[in-house]
């Protein structure tokens, strides 16, 4: 158990549709970073928060939207749906950020029909 | 932005063999370098990390090196056991002062009986 809550574990829904992720990162862990994983594209940074600010932006897409709350949990927010975006969505926590191991929650598994 | 090469994309070795999984990067601000064990299903798990300021780090049966001025790292797994079997990941920081990080393609290791 690496202490980093995603939730739901599963996500099924159609294209064009919204659905929003959660992620409650490990005691004391300011740092939030969301990734994708898929077969073609692999593991890709998407956003990180530090402290209920964004820090950094990777390859997220337009239609993709995230934020850190005062507690320090955070939604992913998908919208507009494409089949392309079934993908497996993973959490990450670091206790500030640069140079810090990061650790990875069980994911959300999302698929578009 | 940051490039990460791995090779090799499968490696099958005898139990009790060693192997070694090697990384190159294009970014030179890069500074921290971790390894990801991810199993069929499952979260990437952290195995193993160095910074730039080290050459070279050892955990039990698992070492990494880090050649900064050739561009390249490895992981080194001795003695390896059915249980090693999995899908390694490297991974880079984004140098500059971000903080994602980008990952290699992976390594499928298979640990044969």
């Known amino acids: 158990d690496s202490g980093v809550t995603q939730t739901p574990k599963h996500l099924i829904t159609a294209t064009g549709q919204r659905v929003t992720l959660r992620c409650s990162p490990r005691s004391g862990d300011l740092s939030v970073y969301w990734y994708q994983q898929s077969l073609d594209q692999g593991l890709q940074f998407l956003i990180q928060?530090?402290?209920?600010?964004?820090?950094a932006k990777g390859n997220i897409l337009e239609r993709f939207s995230a934020q850190q709350f005062p507690d320090l949990h955070s939604e992913l927010n998908l919208s507009s749906l494409e089949l392309g975006d079934s993908a497996l969505y993973f959490c990450a926590s670091s206790a500030q950020g640069v140079l810090e191991p990061q650790h990875f929650g069980d994911g959300t598994r999302l698929s578009i029909l | 932005g940051e490039n990460v090469e791995q090779h090799p994309s499968t490696l099958s070795v005898q139990e009790g063999d060693s192997a070694v999984i090697k990384c190159t990067y294009s970014?030179?601000?890069?500074?921290?370098f971790p390894w990801y064990k991810q199993e069929l299903g499952k979260r990437p798990q952290l195995i193993i990390d160095i910074r730039s300021n080290v050459g070279e780090k050892k955990d039990q049966r698992i070492a990494v090196t880090l050649n900064k001025t050739a561009k390249h790292f490895s992981l080194h797994i001795t003695e390896t056991q059915p249980e090693d079997s999995a899908v390694y990941f490297c991974?880079?920081?984004?140098?500059?002062?971000?903080?994602?990080?980008?990952f290699g393609k992976g390594t499928h290791l298979i640990i044969q009986p």
């Open positions: 970014d030179s601000a890069s500074n921290y």
């Open positions: 928060y530090y402290n209920g600010e964004e820090r």
């Open positions: 991974a880079v920081d984004s140098g500059g002062g971000a903080d994602g990080l980008t």
